[in-house]
């Protein structure tokens, strides 16, 4: 008898495209930090993600945690709130010097 897998985690409604496009968002602000190069805009259509949520950011490499924050209240869009997460909360912060090349694994 075959197991099914076990999920993890809260289901809050979002469909596969939107989880892609917030996981885009996340790693699109790391990668470019992480080059000192300035972050895109995001156009997001999505109604959902336009919704003032909060969120949890993890980002690891080769299984070891590099970096995590979040914030429970939707003070902004959830697109936003994504987007300002890995962002530095303060001049020189050795974040996006830990990553190096290729962040390994995000998690929202």
Same mark, same amino acid.
């Given at each position: 008898?075959?197991?099914?897998?076990?999920?993890?985690?809260?289901?809050?409604?979002?469909?596969?495209?939107?989880? =892609?496009? &917030? *996981?885009?968002?996340?790693?699109?602000? +790391?990668?470019?930090?992480?080059?000192? =190069?300035?972050?895109?805009?995001?156009?997001?259509?999505?109604? +959902? &993600?336009?919704?003032?949520?909060?969120?949890?950011?993890?980002?690891?490499?080769?299984?070891?945690?590099?970096?995590?924050?979040?914030?429970?209240?939707? %003070?902004? $869009? &959830? *697109?936003?709130?994504?987007?300002?997460?890995?962002? $530095? %909360? %303060?001049?020189?912060? $050795?974040?996006?010097?830990?990553h190096g090349k290729? +962040?390994? %694994?995000?998690?929202?």
């Amino acid at each position: 008898m075959k197991e099914e897998k076990k999920k993890v985690g809260v289901d809050l409604g979002l469909t596969e495209q939107e989880k =892609k496009i &917030l *996981h885009d968002i996340v790693t699109s602000v +790391v990668e470019n930090k992480a080059k000192g =190069k300035p972050v895109p805009g995001f156009n997001v259509d999505s109604s +959902v &993600l336009k919704e003032n949520r909060g969120a949890f950011v993890t980002i690891t490499k080769k299984g070891q945690l590099r970096g995590c924050i979040g914030q429970i209240e939707g %003070r902004s $869009p &959830l *697109h936003k709130t994504i987007e300002e997460m890995p962002k $530095p %909360r %303060r001049s020189g912060s $050795p974040l996006y010097a830990r990553h190096g090349k290729g +962040v390994a %694994r995000i998690e929202i």
